[in-house]
């Protein structure tokens, strides 16, 4: 079947705009969650979903950042007035409800100028 | 709180040979999960392996394997034969059992195989 799939997979803004990434998870996979990966580092955590409980929005850097998920599915992750270290990859994962692995999308690549 | 620790920044081996990834982890949970992802030069991270803390049997799936030493917090993982496709990032990973809270990673081990 078809895995997660994240769009776009690259996106160069600038510097004050707001920018919205979005994330297509496994079908039936209730769980959703949002990573960033910086040049050369791990991953870190922003926030994540859990079928309809409110989400997990501890990782979330600033109140720049912020994110929804409509209908249990799709998730977008917007980020407002965008500053140059927010340049990064923006990995989101989908996991089923109980037990396994997170399984990733290819990433949206920002760029910040 | 959860912490990872990789203290291999880059490791080389020989094609065919075999090569141990290490990973140190600090939980204060009693059951919890322990993961490795691939992550390739393309940026996705690819799940390869998985160890429960109650597994009595270190985890297998192909040519890897995980070295599970639970009363030392460690989780290396093992890789036989290695081949030039294996050269990529590795990331260790953990989450407590039984939640579907986030992932903690640990810096990630740049693997590269020599022809």
């Keep these: 079947g ?10 160069v803004t600038e510097k004050g705009k707001d920018v919205e990434l979005r994330c297509d998870p496994i079908s039936g996979h209730t769980a959703l969650y949002w990573y960033r990966q910086s040049l050369g580092q791990g991953l870190e955590f922003l926030i994540y979903f859990q079928g309809n409980s409110a989400p997990d929005k ?5 109140d720049r950042f912020s994110a929804e998920r409509t209908g249990g599915s799709v998730s977008t992750l917007t980020i407002q007035r965008t ?24 990433g949206t690549r920002l760029t910040v100028t | 709180a959860q912490k ?13 040979e075999a090569v141990t990834l290490d990973c140190t982890y600090d939980t204060s949970d009693q ?24 597994d009595e049997q270190n985890a297998t799936e192909g040519r890897y394997s995980l070295n599970f030493q639970k009363a ?21 990973a953990m989450r407590p ?6 992932l903690t990673f640990g810096s990630g081990t740049q693997l590269t195989v020599l022809p």
Excluded: H
């Design chain 1, 2 to 11: 078809a895995g997660v799939s994240q769009s776009p997979s690259n996106k």
């Design chain 1, 58 to 62: 501890s990782g979330l850097p600033s």
């Design chain 1, 83 to 106: 500053q140059q270290e927010d340049s990064a990859v923006y990995l989101c994962a989908s996991r089923l409800p109980v037990g396994g692995a997170q399984y990733f999308g290819p």
């Design chain 2, 4 to 16: 990872i620790t990789q203290t291999q920044p880059g490791m080389f081996v020989q094609e065919k």
């Design chain 2, 31 to 54: 059951s919890y999960g322990l993961f490795w992802y691939k992550q390739p030069s393309s940026g996705e991270m690819i799940f390869l392996i998985y160890q429960g803390s109650y």
């Design chain 2, 72 to 92: 030392r917090k460690s989780a290396n993982l093992v890789i036989s034969a290695s081949q030039l496709g294996d050269s990529a990032m590795y990331f260790c």
């Design chain 2, 97 to 102: 059992s039984g939640s579907a809270r986030q």
